[in-house]
């Protein structure tokens, strides 16, 4: 297994990077709290990953400590929760907001998330309550805003259309298409970037 990947960012593109290993690109599927930390495309960076074989494919998923992947772990092995639901779960709330809203056994915020209903829910609080244990008290922090310097013009490959990009990441997290457009452009300021941009649509999902 893939545990851990370190070499050169080389693509941003939300929710998935490009690491450049001794010549070797890695395509990583990241959960956007874990996104929201990466450095500036040319610098180096770690990713603690997970690797996941399929019959059609073999995916790579990435996260930016092992607390992240650890979740990212155990919600896999939830009844009904594939690879791809478990990242929007942790996209649109950090890994201490998912702790702490599985302890509290607060259904009506995983509900907010997409792909989640009440009664699958009402599933991930029974079968991760005590699973998480071993991840100690959360505590219900948001998730901090990411520097300036990571929302520079340079962090992200070029695009023509700033809501395009975030519509499209959300989209891939699970959002359906017209939903994605609404909660984009209800946030969206002049001037943001995708990253910003992604961040405020997700906290306005919730």
Known sequence: MIGRIRGTLAEKQP?????DVAGVGYEIHMPMTSFYQLPAVGDEVVVYTHFVVREDAQ??????DKMER?????????NGVGPKLGLAILSGMSASQFLASVQNEDVSALVSLPGIGKKTAERLVVELKDRLAKFGKA????VPPPSSDLLSANTFVEVNDTREEAQSALIALGYKPAQASKLVDSVYSEGMESEALIREALKAAI
């Open 15 to 19: 929710p998935e990077i490009l690491v």
């Open 59 to 64: 995916l790579l998923f990435g996260f930016a």
């Open 70 to 78: 650890g979740l990212f772990r155990e919600l896999i092995k939830a």
């Open 139 to 142: 505590q219900s922090i948001a």
